[in-house]
């Protein structure tokens, strides 16, 4: 599952091919292609580096930047020198990396994060995702005392950065919290966080802090260290004010024993961390006590899923088994089927999420992200037949399909810095935009009505409104509804087109909804705990025809499926359709001021990377010699540019037998792409 904001660090090895490799792993790594022909624009304090391509999204996002750096500044000492930002749009989903060596320097990319369910509660998501990543840089590029002694020394190696030793929940908590800070909105502010932590106490399963980890074993996975690292830090910031987050900044940054970081924080926040963890857990706790594990989400509910792990996008396939894509943890990513009493079959190998969609000749429609180049990743739509994939377009950029009875297909299609939806035929060969779509509209998750005469799904707007839009076949609105600032998300139509179910959590924790087309009216169907996703209701279901009869709840001998969050992830499940239980909460509308849609207008310059190439640090090397006993002596430099077109090392190694002195020097370029030129 790719995340905004991972931090990265880059660790420079001892040997020239080394170094090589490290840089070219990092420049792949990143998604960026260096064979593009990049421009770039001067800031304040950025550079920001595009294509002609994401130029729009580089020209806002440089606004973001220099506003986000005025706000962090007012709370953190600034980092040195500029920073590189390079706008990629070389992959499919949404994400971003920052280092501060061997200068600081951010990647993001220009694809919003309309299909990662944490980061869709957003105001902006270029702003979002740009105070997050220069969080980063603020936090690890902060060097004090002994270390800025050693990188007086030594320059800027990544052995001398302290806060580069930070655990992962504390450098991610923190660009969580000023991302949430700062934008009024993000992961702090939404609700995703909340209803993990919440499961996870329920189930009596909130890890120790030591366990919130990228690496971690268990659900949440690396998102751990997000969740429970961004609620922790937010709750310190709260409990001991916020000036005590620029406190153990400091304090932590100036440390000799970087791994000690309970005596920075008892400097900084007045408590140490692991006393303050056990604090805000009990808190937690207390929060759920009237939450019994075992309730269930919604009437009737029946777990399919023994193990919880990942549960996405159930499809009916007939009226006895559910299609899904996920993972109990021990098997590969694939999408599978569950009958009605829980025996699970694997349909075949995915590469990610997607709705799995049964069409009129057996075959699997579905969509998944593979490399269409070494700095490329695309989604595409797929068949799978007989247990055979097969490409039904390719470079399409297709992700979220749904198919009517003819076979005529409506997706989700990624642009630069946005989404719209297309429709698309049966044999993938014509692909036709029906909606706009950019930087502040983002599409998402439709459905083909079961006449094939409307189309329902999702639109984010800027300012962060959410809301469920029902189109005609050409893309006209014909009504709207749900609009709010919170996350509505993968409407559903009932069998007879008369309403539609869809998930929202304006509550703050997740819950279905029901609402009818003719009159507007608004029902809620569940009261999950930790929240319900997903719905999709049973072929013959009547939810539509039955909702004037809200005033008497009964249920209909029809199943909904859908996906139930745990403490060990999610579950799939079925029960009866549907026993409405109160009329729908309203939906908040967005207050929060957002920031005028400015972008800058500075002229663009081709791009330079001989700047970036200039070496800001050495590391001392020691080698055996001739003979034993009489080491080689030595220093090593290099560097490379951000988008990793450049690369190159030099090394000297002087031997204590006066054997000779040697060294070499290494360079490698990838600007053609394929192959790389050593």
């Known amino acids: 599952f790719p995340m905004v904001g991972e931090a990265v660090t880059n660790v420079s090895r001892m040997t020239i091919a080394a170094l090589l490799g490290m840089t070219v792993a990092a420049s792949l790594g990143a998604q960026v292609a260096p064979n593009k022909r990049y421009y770039t624009i001067h800031t304040t304090h950025f550079y920001i580096h595009f294509t002609s391509a994401t130029e729009p999204t580089a020209r806002r996002v440089a606004v973001d930047a220099e506003r986000a ?63 997050h990543e220069l969080t980063h840089i603020f936090h690890l590029d902060r060097t004090r005392g002994v270390w800025r002694l050693a990188q007086f020394v030594f320059g800027r190696s990544p052995y001398f950065f302290p806060n580069e030793y930070d655990p992962s929940w504390l450098t991610e908590g923190l660009a969580v919290y000023y991302e949430s800070r700062f934008t009024g909105a993000g992961r702090i502010e939404g609700s995703e966080h909340r209803m993990i932590a919440r499961a996870s106490a329920i189930d009596h399963s909130l890890p120790a802090i ?23 830090v937010d709750y310190l910031a709260k409990t001991r004010g916020p000036q005590a987050v620029h406190n153990f900044v400091e304090k ?62 159930p499809r009916w396939l007939g009226d006895t088994a559910v299609a899904f894509t996920g993972t109990s943890g021990r098997d590969v990513y694939a999408a599978w089927s569950v009958d009605l009493a829980g025996r699970r079959r694997r349909i075949g190998r ?49 992700s979220v399909p749904d198919a009517r009875a003819d076979g005529e297909i409506i997706a989700v299609q990624t642009i630069p810095g946005g989404t719209r939806l297309a429709r698309v035929s049966s044999d993938g060969r014509r692909i036709r935009p029906i909606t706009s779509g950019g930087l502040d509209e983002q599409w998402n998750e439709p459905r083909w009505s079961h006449r094939g005469d409307r189309i329902a799904a999702i639109r984010w707007r800027h300012g962060g409104l959410s809301e469920v839009v029902v189109l005609d076949s ?25 309403s ?30 930790a929240g319900l996703f997903n719905p999709e209701v049973q072929a013959g279901a009547r939810a539509g025809a039955e909702i004037a009869q809200a005033s008497t709840p009964g249920q209909l001998p029809i199943a909904i499926a859908a996906v139930a969050l745990r403490g060990d992830g999610y579950h799939l499940g079925v029960a009866p359709c549907c026993d409405v239980l109160a009329a729908s909460p309203s939906i908040t509308q967005g207050t929060s001021p957002v920031p005028p849609r400015t972008v800058d207008s500075s002229t663009a310059r081709p791009y330079s990377p001989w700047r970036q190439l200039v070496p800001r640090y050495w590391v001392p090397s020691y080698s055996q010699g001739m003979h034993v006993g009489e080491p080689r002596l030595g220093a090593q430099v290099g560097s490379y ?38």
Do not use: C
Request: net charge negative; charged share 20%.
């Open 641 to 678: 540019d951000i988008i990793g077109r450049h690369a190159w090392s030099a090394s000297i190694a002087v031997p204590t037998d006066n054997s000779g002195i040697t060294g070499g020097v290494a360079y490698s370029y990838a600007g053609l792409g394929l192959p790389v030129l050593d």
């Open 252 to 313: 932590a940054s100036a440390f000799p024993i970087p791994f000690l970081i309970d005596l920075p924080a008892r400097q900084g926040f007045g408590v140490t961390f692991s006393r303050a963890y056990r604090e805000w857990r009990d808190s937690v706790f207390r929060s759920v006590s009237a939450f019994k594990p075992d309730a269930a989400p919604i009437a009737g509910w029946r777990d399919l899923t023994r193990e919880g792990v990942l549960v996405s996008f």
């Open 210 to 232: 030591s366990q919130a980890s990228l690496a971690s074993p268990r659900f949440p996975f690396g998102e751990a260290a997000y969740a429970y690292g961004s609620l922790f």
């Open 69 to 131: 750096y005025a706000e962090l500044a007012s709370e953190l000492h600034p980092p040195r020198g500029s920073i590189d930002v390079v706008i990629s749009d070389d992959a499919d989903y949404s994400n971003g990396s920052a280092t501060p060596f061997p200068t600081n320097r951010i990647v993001v990319y220009a694809n919003p994060p309309v299909q990662s369910s944490s980061l869709r509660f957003t105001d902006d998501w270029g702003a979002m995702v740009i105070t």
């Open 474 to 498: 050409t893309g006209r609105e014909q009504r709207v509804f749900a609009t709010g600032h919170s996350v509505q998300a993968t409407p559903t139509w009932s069998s007879d087109d008369a």
């Open 350 to 398: 995915r590469n990610s999420e997607s709705p799995q969609i049964r069409l009129a000749d057996g075959g699997l429609l579905f969509a998944q992200l593979d490399f269409t180049s070494p700095y490329e990743v695309r989604s595409d739509l797929y068949v799978q037949r007989d247990g055979h994939q097969q490409h039904l377009t390719r470079d399409a950029r297709l």
């Open 500 to 529: 539609v179910l869809y998930s929202s959590d304006r509550t703050g924790t997740a819950q279905l909804y029901l609402t009818s087309i003719a009159d507007g009216r608004e029902l809620r169907l569940s009261n999950a705990a």
